[in-house]
């Protein structure tokens, strides 16, 4: 049986505000730069030796980042300066389910002091069944790392048969066609909406609480930066939510493309159903075989977009009608079809794998407060000194 003591935060760990950001060279190096969500750059030197673990200070309370190298903590930022004794990942682990944004100590921007921190009293074993907790939910973590970097090689196969067909040109037989000014001379620029129905998102009311919770979901645009396949929303639907703007519904294999604030960042629909917010347009391509060839295609139209999109204000603002007339470089529809025929089942795996993924971290999380807590004993072969 695991035994937890209870202890003061600060009789375990020590907790420092991050550094300035290096204005020289910031990208020259090999050591990242942690923000408090995430790499911001990387520096040719590090203030911290590596294992880390990092959480936001201020503006991202309850991120919690385990950085297994060498780095540059900024000042948004609170690293663990001291683990006295304790094993580092089981420190990511423990801050992970400590819920930070309930101490929240600023006024117009959230913020996370560390004297607050400090003086609050934790439950933590010993050394040994730290490790023995950290071994468990790690295996997970690195199941999951593991199929991540499987996505990554399948996209990029993907990706690379989408260039050297539509971008270098190189496409089966090539060498018989006629070219005019670097591009066959077949191929025709189409708008979006010549492929396809567009769509622009909209937000339910969000002082009705009976229209969010449920199991539709509600994407935004750091939903798109997660993944190819949008399996997961930080927000989700009711059916009563999604009634009041059954216009705005999508249908699975749906193209949705952040055309507000950070712009051309590309996904695609999985669910049955699912909505977006206004910061999103989205494209339902009128032939299934499309689907691929549109999703490069569009996800290479992203310096347009911000082009496209500015307005003189500080962020990209691409409305409806613009985003429709976007054009691309459209190949014959049996060009199309080949190319679906082989990058399909690519997809398709892709898909699997995410949903993998998906299922993997439901059960970690599922296991993280239980095993952090002691609710979950696990039985040990052999006992380790208290």
Known sequence: MIIFNEKFFDECVKLNRGFDLPNNKIKQGIYPIVASTNIKAYHKIFKVKGPGVVTGRSGSLGVVQYISDDFWPLNTSLYVKDFKGNDPKYI???????????????????????????????????????????????????????????????????????????????FPGYQQVKFEKGIPKSWKFKDLKQLGKIYTGKTPSTKIKEYYGGNIPFIKTPDLHKNQFIYETQEYLTEKGNSTQKRSTLPKGAICVSCIGT????????????????????????????????????????????????????????????????????????????YHKIVNPIFEMIQIIQQQNTQLKEIRDRLLPRLISGKLQLKMQQEAKQ
């Open 92 to 170: 990511f682990y423990l801050l992970s389910t400590m819920q930070l944004e309930n101490f929240n100590s600023g006024s117009s921007v959230p913020t996370l002091n560390q004297n607050h921190l400090h003086k609050q009293k934790i439950k933590i074993p010993n050394l040994f069944f730290q490790q023995r907790i950290v071994s468990i939910l790690s295996s997970y973590d690195e199941l999951i790392e593991t199929n991540n970097q499987r996505i990554k090689l399948l996209e990029e196969t993907a990706r690379e048969l989408y260039k050297e067909w539509f971008v270098r040109m190189r």
């Open 263 to 338: 712009g051309g960042i590309v996904g695609i629909t999985t669910a049955e159903k699912s909505q977006t917010n206004q910061q999103i347009n989205s494209i339902i391509p009128s032939d299934n075989s499309n689907t691929e060839f549109l999703f490069y295609a569009i996800s290479d139209l992203k310096e347009t977009i911000e082009l496209f999109g500015y307005t003189g204000a500080t962020m990209t603002n691409l409305s409806k009608g613009k985003f429709e007339k976007l054009k691309i470089l459209y190949p014959s529809l049996e060009m199309i079809k080949n």
